[in-house]
């Protein structure tokens, strides 16, 4: 049974942010961003907000190796490039290559759902900005 949540400014406004962000923001970015619009904001309120729209499937987290959990509202399967100079992280429009779970399944007994796949480098910005 579906839990109705009333509709709340807050978590309207958290998920436009992991929308429109491209750099895959953490709970404690997506808190600082909004604090001065919503003064009585704590970071409880931003990770109760987060989970209900997991939960909701509009976002998915994301691990990137670095510790911290990221967030991501492109929910279908995709893969990322991860700047080494800045740390950005950015969606990276190669197809999922489906062959890959194929083929791995080939090679094991257990089941094997998905893949991700990461690309490291350095971005554009870094690469112009050698100055």
């Not at 959990?69 to 290559?97: G, M, R």
Request: include cysteine; aromatic fraction near 10%.
């Amino acid at each position: 049974m579906k839990v109705m949540r009333r509709n709340s400014k807050q978590r309207n406004r958290i998920y436009e942010l992991i929308k429109s962000n491209y750099r895959h923001p953490t709970a404690q970015w997506i808190y600082d961003q909004l604090r001065k619009e919503f003064s009585s904001m704590s970071m409880g309120n931003v990770y109760r907000n987060i989970n209900i729209l997991i939960e909701e499937g509009l976002i998915i987290t994301q691990d990137f190796g670095d510790g911290i959990v990221h967030y991501d509202a492109v929910i279908v399967p995709h893969y990322h490039f991860i700047c080494k100079k800045c740390n950005a992280i950015t969606d990276f429009s190669l197809p999922v290559q489906d062959t890959i779970t194929k083929l791995a399944q080939k090679e094991t007994k257990n089941i094997i759902s998905g893949h991700t796949i990461q690309f490291f480098g350095t971005c554009e910005k870094c690469t112009s900005n050698k100055g």
